[in-house]
């Protein structure tokens, strides 16, 4: 009896288009349906993130083939992919959800530079200045307060992190996603001895490290903590949801921290004009305004009317204003990161 496991579906996902050639994308088989069509890498939901990239394919009849960040793959991940095809590049475009892990592609050479009629419109802390990367669509890391616990204050925020006892606190174990960006930016204001002393100071006092943001939402959307650290978009949910929770921007050394997404083309792509088109499309205005009327919420990074966007999302849009900029962080998220995987290894 022949029963090859390996004729099997792939173990971690097929993404596959009718009539189409299928070739080997890392763990993926993806059917690219003629020459022209671009594969984009997708680390934001793609709740959010696949209606933006099939509107962009109708608008100009370039097909688009979507690999995502699954939960299955978040082991390896986007950016680790990207580096281990280097050699034989699979993607042509990046959509990251964050901008560090696309930092790290463009110190490693991989991304290929474009400053198009989109990069124009978006402020300097939120593009690479020689053009490898472009924000767009950013989020902020958050308070997310449990108003029938806590009071939605600073004061409060402030009051409860002094406690002895921050059981009630929840924080994303940070090896991963936005968490890992904030602690980068920690470990460059406190300093590596600053941060080592910080995370272990909230470990010791009973602080929460659960498997990623929207745990922590959940957390304090249901009453079992207080408070925690997340993003706006995690924040959201839990609010349309009905729960009884507010936020309040979380501050590093007077700033915010805004994280956006970003688009990079591959270093390689054979399909460079297209590629050009997508990276223009996704930090247009039009997106922009798209991705902040979205259950989301994503903020504009460039000049919008404030007119236009949600009432929700107009004080994010002040707020961002204020960010830390994240651009020279790529050091300091290697260290980090080479850190945290230690104290996190199994």
């Known amino acids: ?93 990046f959509w990251n959800n964050q901008t560090l892990g696309t930092i790290q592609l463009q110190e490693a050479g991989v991304l290929h530079s474009y400053q198009g009629a989109a990069f124009e419109r978006i402020p300097a802390p939120f593009k690479d200045h020689d053009g490898h990367w472009v924000g767009f669509g950013g989020r902020l890391r958050v308070w997310i307060i449990n108003t029938e616990l806590m009071e939605p204050t600073e004061a409060a925020v402030k009051e409860g992190l002094a406690s002895d006892d921050l059981s009630l606190m929840a924080v994303a174990v940070p090896v991963f996603g936005t968490t890992l960006s904030h602690y980068s930016l920690l470990w460059d204001s406190l300093g590596e001895e600053g941060l080592k002393q910080f995370h272990a100071d909230l470990e010791r006092r009973g602080c929460r490290f659960v498997t990623g943001n929207s745990t922590v939402k959940n957390l304090v959307a249901e009453g079992v903590c207080a408070f925690g650290m997340t993003d706006t978009d995690d924040f959201f949910v839990g609010k349309d949801a009905g729960a009884p929770v507010a936020q309040l921007p979380i501050r590093v050394d007077g700033r915010t921290i805004c994280i956006p997404n970003s688009a990079a083309i591959i270093k390689g792509t054979q399909r460079l004009s297209a590629a050009q088109r997508l990276v223009d499309y996704l930090a247009s205005r039009e997106t922009e305004l798209k991705l902040a009327a979205s259950a989301s919420r994503q903020i504009p990074l460039g000049p919008v009317d404030e007119d236009e966007l949600p009432e929700d999302v107009k004080p994010l849009a002040r707020w961002a204003q204020e960010s830390a900029d994240l651009t020279t962080l790529g050091g300091a998220r290697r260290e980090c990161l080479q850190w945290l995987k230690a104290e996190y290894a199994p």
């Not at 029963?3 to 971690?12: A, C, L, Q, V």
């Not at 996902?13 to 690219?32: D, H, K, N």
């Not at 959010?48 to 978040?74: H, N, Q, S, Y």
Request: charge should be negative; glycine fraction near 6%.
């Open 1 to 93: 009896m022949n029963d090859d496991k390996s004729r099997r579906s792939p173990p971690f996902g097929l993404i596959a288009l009718a009539g189409a050639a299928t070739v080997l994308i890392g763990w993926y088989l993806v059917s690219r349906p003629d020459d022209d069509a671009l594969v984009v890498y997708c680390a934001h939901d793609l709740i959010f993130a696949e209606p933006i990239l099939k509107e962009f394919e109708r608008d100009t009849g370039i097909p688009v083939v979507i690999v995502p960040d699954t939960e299955a793959t978040k082991s390896l991940g986007l950016v680790e992919r990207i580096l281990q095809e280097q050699s034989a590049p699979q993607c042509d475009v």
